[in-house]
């Protein structure tokens, strides 16, 4: 089955420094992808949509300058949390659409920003 | 935002059919209805989706109404394993890898011995 790899799976930051998670999927194509956040207790919320050789398409409220989303390729899309503060720690997903009704979730990154 | 609302939470025995309800009541003609379940903040895993027939395979069975205003999720012989939050979503736009799922809030589902 289609799967979709998370990397890292957890990482301690110091603030203002900046993290960078990818999502890989391992064995199809993903034209898109998607980029979910979800802090303790709560859904999960989504952040952006990332398509291949494009710019990200980003939820309301989500600011895109922070969150830096590049799909370089088929098979890799990345999150880029700049200038990290403590309200940014979160456990971050990604998804990735599989076809044409297919979505698959990577393990989620557990971010603490210190 | 989420067009689907469940209940918080809900238990089950362990062996007997776990029954989840969900309420999509705006449902469009060409919207999916899709559930995945998350565990221990796990990535969500994928169960099951349908559009307006019932559907079933190895995990659960999904049966959506005919007005496909709401549907339920029956997970046939419950286990410990299965407790879990699960989610009911409809996904927002369309397919050919257009389309994108937003999450509610939904169901904690807790399976006692």
């Known amino acids: 089955g289609a799967v979709v790899s998370q990397h890292p799976s957890w990482v301690i930051c110091k603030s203002g420094t900046s993290v960078k998670i990818e999502c890989r999927s391992l064995d199809f194509q993903a034209t898109t992808m998607f980029w979910y956040r979800q802090f303790p207790k709560q859904s999960l919320m989504l952040m952006a949509t990332s398509n291949e050789g494009s710019k990200a398409t980003y939820e309301q409220g989500v600011e895109k300058d922070k969150f830096l989303i590049n799909h370089a390729s088929l098979t890799l899309s990345t999150l880029t949390v700049t200038s990290a503060h403590p309200e940014d720690s979160s456990f971050y997903i990604c998804s990735a659409s599989t076809g044409v009704d297919g979505y698959t979730f990577g393990s989620g990154t557990r971010l603490t920003v210190v | ?113």
């Open chain 2, 1 to 113: 935002d989420a067009k689907t609302t469940q209940p918080t939470s809900m238990d089950c025995a362990e062996g007997r059919a776990a029954n989840l309800p969900c309420n999509h009541s705006t449902i469009s003609g060409n919207e999916y209805v899709y559930w995945y379940r998350q565990i221990h903040s796990q990535g969500p895993q994928y169960i099951i989706h349908g559009l307006k027939n019932n559907e079933t395979n190895e995990m659960a069975s999904l049966i959506i109404t005919e007005d496909r205003k709401s549907s339920t999720l029956i997970l046939p012989h419950a286990t410990l394993r299965d407790t879990a939050v699960y989610y009911c979503i409809v996904r927002v736009g369309g397919g050919n890898q257009g389309g994108k799922l937003i999450f509610g809030q939904g169901t904690e589902l807790s399976v006692k011995p």
